[in-house]
C-alpha cells in the first residue's frame, strides 16, 4: 500500500498500453534500437522525478516488457479489457492500489518513445500549483498555417491566468480579417496554441471524470478533454518547457524514431 498523504511535488506515472492498433498492431511491443517501445518510454518516464512509474495494459505480452530500469523488476499492472480508454485504465489502477484523492497521477502515452522527462515533471507540478485546478495538460505554439488548419492538431486557447476555455480540432483562435474570402484564405495564426497529449490528474477528478458519460462536445469533437470541461472542471494550460516529440501513429514515424534513437 502506497503512502496515504502524498507529500508535496511528488506524483505518479501510468501509461496506459493495448496491444491492438488499427495502423501499428503491438505497437508497445515494435523494436527501437533493440528494445521495446514502451521500454524508451518507461526510462524517459522514469527520469522525470516520479516515485513510481506503472504500465496499465490488458496483455501479457506488454506486462513481460514493462520494466523498471532503476529495480529491474515487472511494473504492469494487469487491468480491464473493456476500458474505452487509457484514462480509464489509469483510474482503474488509481482505486487499486489505493492512492489518496490527492495523489497526483500523469498520463503518458505509450507511444511516444522520445518523450522528454521535463515536461512530464512541468504538468505534474502545474497541478501541484494550482490547488483548484482538477487537471493539468501542456501546449506549444503553432509554427505554420498548415499546422494551424490541420484537423489532427488539437488547438487550446486558455483565459489570462491559463484556464483552458476550449479544445478544438477547427483553426482557433480564428483570426477573422486574415481570412477575407474564408477558410482557404486564412493568413494568420499569431497566438494559436497546439495542445499536447499529456495530463496531470489529481484521482478525485481522475474518478470523477470516468464515471461521466460522455459529453456532446466530446462526441463531436472526439477529444475527451472535453468532457471534463462541459462538466466544469477546471483544467489548466501551460507552454511546454521543452520541445515536444512526436508521438508514433505510422511506420513513417517509426522509421523517423528508429533513425533518432539508433544514431543513424
Keep these: 500500500m502506497m503512502p496515504r498523504n502524498p507529500r ?22 515494435l523494436d527501437i534500437a533493440g528494445r521495446p517501445m514502451i521500454q524508451w518510454v518507461i526510462d524517459a518516464a522514469a527520469r522525470s522525478g516520479a516515485d513510481e512509474v506503472l504500465v496499465a ?10 520494466i523498471d530500469p532503476r529495480t529491474g523488476q515487472s511494473i504492469a499492472v494487469m487491468t480491464s479489457a473493456n476500458h474505452p480508454s487509457g484514462t480509464d485504465r489509469i483510474a482503474e489502477v488509481a482505486a487499486r492500489r489505493g492512492w489518496d484523492k490527492r495523489t497526483i497521477v500523469v498520463n503518458v ?15 505534474a507540478s502545474l497541478l501541484d500549483q494550482h490547488a483548484d485546478a482538477d487537471i493539468a495538460t501542456l501546449s506549444t505554439p503553432v509554427t505554420s498555417l498548415h499546422e494551424f488548419l490541420d484537423p489532427n ?10 484556464t483552458a476555455l476550449y479544445f478544438s480540432r477547427a483553426p482557433i483562435p480564428w483570426t477573422r480579417d486574415g481570412a477575407p474570402q474564408g477558410l482557404s484564405s486564412q493568413t494568420s495564426f499569431t497566438g494559436a496554441q497546439r495542445h499536447l497529449g499529456i495530463y496531470a490528474y489529481r484521482v478525485e477528478a481522475l474518478q470523477r471524470v470516468t464515471a461521466l458519460p460522455p459529453a456532446e462536445l466530446e ?10 470541461l462541459q462538466a466544469g472542471m477546471k483544467l489548466v494550460v501551460a507552454v511546454a ?17 528508429r533513425a533518432a534513437l539508433s544514431g543513424d
Design 109 to 123: 502515452q505509450g507511444d511516444e518513445p522520445m518523450l522528454q522527462p521535463a515536461l512530464v515533471e512541468q504538468v
Design 8 to 29: 508535496r511535488g511528488s506524483f505518479k506515472v501510468v501509461i496506459p498500453a493495448r496491444y491492438a492498433s488499427a495502423r501499428l498492431p503491438a505497437k508497445p511491443l
Design 241 to 257: 518547457s521543452a520541445a515536444p516529440s512526436a508521438g508514433v501513429d505510422t511506420e513513417a514515424d517509426l522509421s523517423r524514431v
Design 57 to 66: 495494459t490488458d496483455d501479457e505480452r506488454i506486462a513481460a516488457a514493462a
Design 219 to 228: 462526441l463531436t469533437e472526439k477529444l475527451e478533454q472535453l468532457r471534463a
Design 153 to 162: 492538431v488539437v488547438k487550446v486557447v486558455t483565459a489570462q491566468d491559463g
